[in-house]
């Protein structure tokens, strides 16, 4: 029973950091290490991400700075951040890159707000899909005498309060997000 408990647990641990990485990459009008660290650049023959490639830090009210550790990537690093579609305007000068956010007008707010609640939508769908999983994994086990119907009930109930707490968790980083986003 605890094994489909744990197992149950890590992966509604997953989701919810999955979508707080994914939410955390939505624009806002605060800016923040997350719109730009995730972005894959080439360097070096390979595909890396800007956060390998340099520190990001927050320079102001709405700048990102990321201080590059090599001048060969300083180009790639632009380019890639202009193209990611961010809305980011980027000026770069000897091993800094400085990326700027504009002001959100209403219409682009209203845009990030509907992407914030489709991402926590799809992370809810996963966290549904694993506890349906568990609750399959409880009913064989409970068929083939591994686990007694006392067993499976607790294990049941506990397996929803793990659900009930991830799906509290991503709500309140979607109303975070959105307050945010309403700023």
Do not use: C, H
């Not at 830090?57 to 961010?86: H, M, N, Y």
């Amino acid at each position: 029973m605890d094994t489909y408990l744990k197992e149950l647990e890590d992966k509604l641990k997953a989701a919810v950091f999955k979508f707080k990485e994914e939410v955390g990459g939505v624009r806002s009008s605060r800016p923040s290490p997350e719109l730009v660290e995730n972005i894959y650049v080439e360097a070096y023959g390979q595909s890396m991400q800007v956060k390998q490639l340099g520190t990001i830090t927050v320079g102001g009210s709405r700048e990102i700075v990321i201080s590059l550790w090599d001048k060969e990537v300083l180009q790639p690093v632009v380019k890639a951040i202009e193209a990611a579609g961010a809305g980011l305007s980027v000026q770069s000068d000897g091993l800094t890159v400085r990326a700027f956010l504009p002001a959100l007008s209403e219409e682009r707010r209203q845009e990030f707000m509907k992407l914030a609640k489709r991402i926590s939508e799809d992370a809810r769908i996963q966290v549904r899909m694993t506890r349906e999983e568990t609750m399959k994994k409880l009913k064989s086990a409970e068929d083939e005498g591994i686990l007694n119907k006392d067993g499976v009930f607790k294990a049941k109930e506990r397996a929803q309060k793990l659900v009930d707490n991830a799906n509290a968790e991503i709500e309140k980083n979607l109303e975070a997000k959105i307050k945010e986003l309403g700023e």
